[in-house]
């Protein structure tokens, strides 16, 4: 029994010197490659696929909402590995609501419904789709659901330095805020836009209204129409609907704000500045969560301190030193923190 | 209130007035004398979407304005053939066939809207056109006299409508063959031959409303007209048939439309409240529609086809 004991263990023995060779040329493969995967960069492709849906109320080029979407999720298509469907010009609520269903049973990884109005309809459709990630803005709520993002634009930051701006150029002191439905983005645009008029010129007249309709382009032209002829020389307004109210601005050769979108190309003489939303940041989040199984239960928001948000001035626009400058200043101030735009 | 009462806006309110009358009364022009011959047109608002649209896309994409509006009333003496069509040599029921021509322009002016143009960038609306010596009187220059030509257009076609309904011979043949066709055509006059007139010249007036609408401020957007063009149909019954009271019924309208467009934007009517003011023309013209229509009557054979020896 011990011979044959012995017998196994030189066996044994032997066979592990036989593959002693074996050791160095692991512990090779095994430096390499982790020599590989620490030195590859934090953004290489993802190998696998993640298919994205996008459900937006107006047209994908509309200069405004939809229009800065889509160009974010066209600049983090590569480096994200996206697959992008876009389904645009979904006003109405209902057919969206068929169009975010329909992405979803086909095995989407993230839906996007681009729109303050489809939070109801993500809310009855997260819970039967419990794989599939939805996303929503602008708003500030998941619905305590697992699978929903929400997305905000602080837009009242760079509301706030544009109605400062605006106070500075006004020589009427009457100046005119047209809003779609107060909620989401326009609200917080169209209130820190006020609250940066008033800040410059506590005494000016700031006349503000909401048309009730994210789509109904003639009624926010004759708002914009209504405020001209109540001697208001600046006017701003959010959502895709503005265009009409750009058209009243340039007819009228009153200076605009923009925001969502550089709007100067619809009015080169009148658009003295735009908000222009950046969705990258708030997107890359989303995927990071996604491809790491988080499908949701966060909000995620661009501003100007994440470089969300940027002003951009219109070259074409005689805008004086004094004002540019003093905008830069305030972007800087809330950049840093020492200013606050109150929500 | 202090903000609607000033010079400034009370003299805007009253010149938009006068601008959002013109489009409905352009439509409910051409509708009139179609009636009085006898033919209910009830897709007068499909006509003026494409109308519309038409107009928009060539404005836009040659900067031509008023190319953009004879494109608008040729495509609205095109759908005027399709409507005589139907009505008057098909002898199909007027309602429901006017119905069909509303949803396919409706549906038709959306979808080439969303595949050719997609965002509604805006074209160079009509300028106002100040009338020499009338636009210096002081507040009413500014209200009547600063307008687009189609505006004056739309005034100016009353009379001119009205002479030839009431002074001509072929307005006496559109009367005759509303009132009474059998006779019209025992007296030799082709009733289908007027009636196909007098629903070309009604929807080429309607193609003519919505180019007028689109160039207010040149904007196309879905469903642009809301509905304008059976509110058209209704100042006809407003007016009695006859053109002075389809103007009146069309200022009333616009008057209205625009102080309640006004108070909106400047807050004097409450956002929870917007909705419920937005009916307000059409609340209006339907009371008035009560109170007036009732009183005149309606031409005898409307509606009806005409059918030899029936």
């Known amino acids: ?23 160095p040329l692991v512990t090779v493969v095994a430096l390499v490659s982790t020599v590989l995967v620490t030195a590859a960069p934090a953004n290489a492709t993802p190998k696998k696929t993640l298919k994205v849906a996008l459900v937006a109320p107006s047209a994908v080029n509309d200069l405004a909402f939809t229009q800065s979407m889509v160009a974010a999720l066209n600049g983090l298509k590569k480096s994200y590995n996206l697959k992008i469907s876009i389904t645009d010009n979904e006003f109405v609520v209902a057919d969206a609501a068929n169009v975010i ?46 699978n929903i993002y929400a997305y905000e634009a602080e837009s009242n930051e760079g509301g706030y330095v544009q109605g400062y701006m605006a106070g500075m150029l006004s020589k009427s002191h009457t100046i005119g805020v047209i809003g779609p439905i107060d909620v989401g983005d326009a609200q917080l645009y169209c209130d820190g836009f006020k609250a940066g008029v008033l800040a410059e010129d506590p005494t000016a007249t700031v006349h503000e209204s909401f048309t009730g309709s994210f789509s109904d382009v003639t009624l926010m032209s004759s708002a914009a129409k209504a405020y001209v002829a109540d001697g208001a020389d600046v006017l701003t307004g959010s959502s895709q609907s503005v265009v009409g109210a750009i058209g009243v601005a340039k007819t009228s050769s009153v200076a605009w704000f923009g925001t969502q979108w550089d709007q100067s190309t619809l009015a080169p003489a009148e658009v003295v500045s735009s908000q222009v939303y950046n969705w990258k940041p708030v997107l890359e989040q989303i995927f990071t969560g996604i491809r790491a199984g988080k499908l949701g239960g966060a909000t995620y928001d661009i501003s100007l301190g994440n470089n969300g948000e940027k002003i951009a001035f219109n070259p074409s626009y005689p805008l004086p030193a004094n004002v540019k400058a003093q905008a830069q200043k305030l972007i800087g101030e809330i950049v840093d923190g020492s200013l606050t735009v109150a929500q | 209130m202090s903000h609607f009462l000033t010079y400034n806006v009370l003299t ?58 004879l494109v608008g009333m040729g495509i609205g003496v095109v759908l005027g053939l399709l409507t005589a069509f139907m009505s008057v040599t098909l002898k199909a029921q007027q309602g429901i066939s006017g119905i069909g021509v509303f949803i396919f322009g409706l549906g038709l002016s959306d979808l080439l809207f969303v595949r050719f143009v997609g965002t509604p960038l805006p074209v160079s609306p009509l300028p106002n056109v100040a009338i020499p010596l009338l636009s210096k009187i002081p507040a009413v220059g500014r209200m009547f006299f600063h307008q687009s030509l189609l505006v004056y257009l739309a005034f100016l076609l009353v009379p001119a409508i009205s002479f030839v309904l009431y002074h001509t011979n072929y307005g006496t043949k559109v009367l005759a063959v509303g009132e009474n066709p059998a006779a019209a055509d ?28 689109l160039l207010l401020d040149g904007i196309f957007q879905e469903d642009l007209t809301q509905s304008a063009g059976f509110i058209a149909v209704a100042l006809v019954y407003f007016g009695a048939w006859r053109p002075a009271g389809v103007m009146s019924g069309s200022l009333v309208y616009g008057i209205v439309t625009a102080v309640v467009l006004q108070w909106k934007s400047l807050g004097i009517i409450p956002t929870s409240a917007a909705d419920l003011a937005a009916t307000a023309p059409a609340i209006v013209t339907i009371l008035a529609l009560v109170v007036v229509a009732g009183r005149y009557k309606a031409p005898t054979e409307l509606g009806k086809p005409y059918v030899r020896g029936a």
């Open chain 1, 1 to 23: 029994m011990k011979n044959e004991m012995k017998e196994g263990g030189s066996k044994m023995r032997s066979k592990s010197l036989k593959y002693r060779w074996l050791v």
């Open chain 2, 186 to 213: 025992s007296l030799g006059i082709s009733v289908t031959r007027i009636r196909y007139s007098t629903v070309l010249f009604g929807s080429m007036m309607a193609g003519l409303a919505g180019a007028t609408l």
């Open chain 1, 101 to 146: 269903r329909s992405y979803a049973k086909k095995g989407y990884n993230l839906v996007i419904a681009h729109g303050s109005q489809y939070g109801s309809t993500l809310q009855q459709l997260a819970p039967k789709f419990p794989k599939v990630s939805f996303a929503w803005g602008t708003a500030g709520s998941t619905f305590n659901e697992p």
């Open chain 2, 12 to 69: 805007a309110t009253v010149a938009s007035a006068i601008a959002y009358s013109s489009y409905f009364l352009l439509a409910a022009l051409g509708e009139t004398v179609g009636q009085r011959s006898g033919v209910l047109n009830l897709g007068v608002d499909g006509i003026m979407l494409i109308g519309a649209f038409g107009c928009y896309y060539v404005a836009l994409e040659t900067g031509n304005d008023w190319l953009g509006v």
